[in-house]
């Protein structure tokens, strides 16, 4: 590894807003120790906000900076290390010469929660290492925690690592995951979106919403896709990537997933978009879980991202302009 | 700004366990768009975990890290920016040549939480702006959102910013805390730990539970001190630095905390331990809030704590030590 030459690292809060909870009753508490304590929880609190960490280059070698979103029930911390602790598509996305913002939605790591039913309307959900087992494709369903797909590039036996990343979720928040990430490209100005599971989503949403600022988008088996796309909506000009792993015919959660995904791609060629899928065991990479980024071979997975992303660059003007910083 | 060369920029985990959640009914919950969902919530969790972000220096000055430990309610975000958009403590101790993990306690940030009553027993306390103001010491209690101190170097009108940082908290895990922070001690080895209210009281927790490897500590305004020091604990050896800002006698709050931690000063000093108090308006430096990182003198108020850092790193053999990587 090579060191990285950092001008500026800086986290930001982006969107939300302020709201009131008012006739809580006031609780008799103790806190460690025993003492008594009144909570009044009355007041004014921030809802909705979500927050970024910028890793800005002493010397980038693209002009526009990589926003990393992650997926359901995650956090940024899935792109800063791997599992099996090796380090993560941050580091390779700053020696590759990209400025990087990491993130962490409303409701979730660091962008904090607020509470129900008071100001979010619906509890939130937790995944168990069970459901996360099937969900990540690590192996069928009911296989936690021994029997694991064969050929997984996942790293299994740091499975228990890998879900002390997973954060609760809410299964109402993508309006609320939308609105800030607004706020957050409109602060950035033009950058290239890459977002995994929710976060392809969520990118794909943001491609719709600016297609002036969200310059290309690499989606990360997406799910939530802006399928029907809207009849106003002007995708053409945005270059896509959408990359899948491995062992999705043996999950019929991963099949239906990857079929709303292939429509949303069709739509997007029916509108002139230039959109490129990239099936990895087709390019000869087998064994990849839904969580590409956490497996042994990450970094050969990036590889293809960053090639991608060059080729995109050099062709596209629009990939290619000037910094204005 | 100087620009920082960094060998690798990667987070951990460290801590916790896993527990079971049995005996949970189905849910039947909808998903965005009205699909139903059932969700089935039954299974293994992650518990107590903490997370930890490690910037690694090409070329480090010092041989030690400092490790950045947290108030209550707040997540390792208070140390990577200012609420006026400044760099944080992060930055300018990396540009001290400090090596910097960044740290979120079990139950908040990228850490997680979970589920309550079944695998915490009791449930969040929440912090709303009005409680923020007095606790802070922006201004007195009642005064927010207009009322501040006079001179005060808290940035007011960027309260909000500020506010977004806030995390829930649980009253009864300081132990979860500390039992989490043993592992990373453990894992990091020698280290300097700096922390901020809650998290000075986790540092001088964890400078008795391991006096050979916290090597100096310095709290900013800590809460919850060690104090009776249990009779086995030797922290004769181990430097302190605390620091303190202004208004404290405008609070009955604060009068309170540093009468406590006062005492806690005493009983090292009659262990031999070498403590050093900073009062900022003894030395000329007036208007800090209780979250001085966050003032608009933030870099003033780290280069006492980075002079101290240097001066007892050049008296002391145990921070001078060459590095064990």
Redesign the interface.
Known sequence: ?S???????????FG?A?TQ?QGLPV?D????GGTA?P????????VG?M?A?H?AL?QPRFPLPVLLWHGGGM???QW??TPD?R??W??GL?EAGFDVWVC?APER??A????FPEIYPSAP??R????AWDVFRVGPAGG??GASHADTQFPVEHF??F??????RW??H??MALAAYDELIAAVGPCIVLGHSQGGGHAGHAALRHPDLVRAVVTVEPT?MPIPIPAAASPADTPQLMLWGDYLDRSPLWSTYRQSAEAYVQALRERGAPVTVLDLPAVGVHGNSHACMSDRNSDEVLAHIVAWLSATSSRSSRLSQPLEK
């Open positions: 590894m060191n990285v030459s950092l001008r500026s690292i800086r986290s930001h809060f939300g302020t909870v609780q508490r103790t806190v460690a304590r909570v009044d929880m009355n007041g004014t609190y921030s906000q927050y960490m890793y002493a956090t940024g911390a800063e290390a602790g380090p993560g941050l580091w700053l962490d790591g660091r904090s929660w607020a509470m959900i937790f168990s290492h069970e459901e936690y925690p228990d690592q879900a002390r990343q997973f954060v609760p299964l109402d993508n309006e939530g």
